[in-house]
Antibody, heavy 122, light 107 residues
Framework: EVQLLESGGGLVQPGGSLRLSCTASGFTFSTYAMSWVRQAPGKGLEWVSAISDSGGGTYYADSVKGRFTFSRDNSKNTLYLQMNSLRAEDTAIYYC???????????????WGQGTLVTVSS | SYELTQPPSVSVSPGQTARITCSGD??????TYWYQQKPGQVPVLVIYKDTERPSGIPERFSGSSSGTTVTLTISGVQAEDEADYYCQSADSSGTSVFGGGTKLTVL
């Protein structure tokens, strides 16, 4: 059974930093690209970032480019999202999501974690 | 960046057919995916690659594509289908985008 478990969310002041983690199980982690998707309270889904299966390629939404860094450790089946210079508008539930197709950088998401809430407020 | 446009809301009576559209310039070149999200729950993939249905998704869910518009059709809508629906696609640069979401209300 595929499982994705996010952690690391919490309350942080504007301008602060936070690192999210997502631990995966139930599939061959190193063969799938992965993504982070966020959802602000009462709002729609927003794609944040993607990483290739090897970790050699990363992609970011314009809204987070230069502030967020997506990485992975395939030996630990874990993703990391380093978030710096946080703003109030970054407040959201952050989901990690698994690509539908192995090795595909583009495409849809067939499994989602339960999400971790990030609140940016003073 | 590019955008996908969905109607904010669609309302249908039980047993009727609901159609939710998603428009975007890149849709003729990239596959579209549809997700259902009920309040307090995680999104669920209901259609992938424009027209394919994942295992476990009822047959009343279907997808179609024509030019720059893709459509999610729910035939014989049931009360349990009331949810937010999002389309999602990508561009060749590796970025993805979601539509703004459509709230389906079953009257």
């Amino acid at each position: 059974e595929v499982q994705l478990l996010e952690s690391g969310g919490g309350l942080v002041q504007p301008g602060g930093s936070l690192r999210l983690s997502c631990t995966a199980s139930g599939f061959t982690f190193s063969t799938y690209a992965m993504s982070w998707v966020r959802q602000a309270p009462g709002k729609g889904l927003e794609w944040v970032s993607a990483i290739s299966d090897s970790g050699g390629g990363t992609y970011y939404a314009d809204s987070v480019k230069g502030r967020f860094t997506f990485s992975r450790d395939n030996s630990k089946n874990t993703l990391y999202l380093q978030m710096n210079s946080l703003r109030a508008e970054d407040t959201a539930i952050y989901y990690c999501a698994k690509r539908l197709d192995a090795a595909a950088t583009l495409g849809g998401f067939d499994y989602w974690g339960q999400g971790t809430l990030v609140t940016v407020s003073s | 960046s590019y955008e996908l446009t969905q109607p904010p809301s669609v309302s249908v009576s039980p047993g009727q057919t609901a159609r939710i559209t998603c428009s975007g310039d890149t849709l003729p070149k990239q596959y579209t995916y549809w997700y259902q999200q009920k309040p307090g729950q995680v999104p669920v993939l209901v259609i992938y690659k424009d027209t394919e249905r994942p295992s476990g998704i009822p047959e009343r869910f279907s997808g179609s594509s024509s030019g720059t518009t893709v459509t999610l059709t729910i035939s014989g809508v049931q009360a349990e289908d009331e949810a937010d629906y999002y389309c999602q696609s990508a561009d060749s640069s590796g970025t993805s985008v979601f539509g703004g979401g459509t709230k389906l209300t079953v009257l």
